[in-house]
């Protein structure tokens, strides 16, 4: 069964930074999209930010300047560097990867707390 698991949430202060982190139990050799999301209670999960196979990004405008996603050194890893929080980033967040060979495979979320 393929996963991805998710690490890296926490609380922090506004202003601060955190990393998370996302891997997925398949081969590096498997091409892959891979996704940030997040949902905040009461609202509707939205996308954050998205890394192509070749390395591609795209940002929601809300966090572009101040988020940062980049692969690890293994294709089936990803990570979300996050700065200059703020209390509207509170969210769970979550990783998603989409392949030709496994489709779409959600991770089981971290939580980001950010106290004003």
């Known amino acids: 069964q393929v996963r991805v698991v998710e690490s890296g949430g926490g609380l922090v202060m506004a202003g601060g930074s955190l990393r998370l982190l996302c891997a997925a139990s398949?081969?590096?050799?498997?091409?892959?999209?891979m996704s940030w999301y997040r949902q905040a209670p009461g609202k509707e999960r939205e996308l954050v930010a998205t890394?192509?196979?070749?390395?591609?990004?795209e940002y929601a405008d809300s966090v572009k300047g101040r988020f940062t996603i980049s692969r690890g050194n293994a294709k089936n890893t990803v990570s979300l560097q996050m700065s200059s929080l703020r209390p509207e980033d509170t969210a769970v967040y979550y990783c998603?990867?989409?392949?030709?060979?496994?489709?779409?495979?959600w991770g089981q979320g971290t939580q980001v707390t950010v106290s004003p």
């Open positions: 998603k990867m989409v392949t030709k060979n496994f489709g779409v495979v």
């Open positions: 398949i081969s590096p050799f498997f091409d892959n999209i």
């Open positions: 890394i192509t196979a070749g390395g591609s990004t």
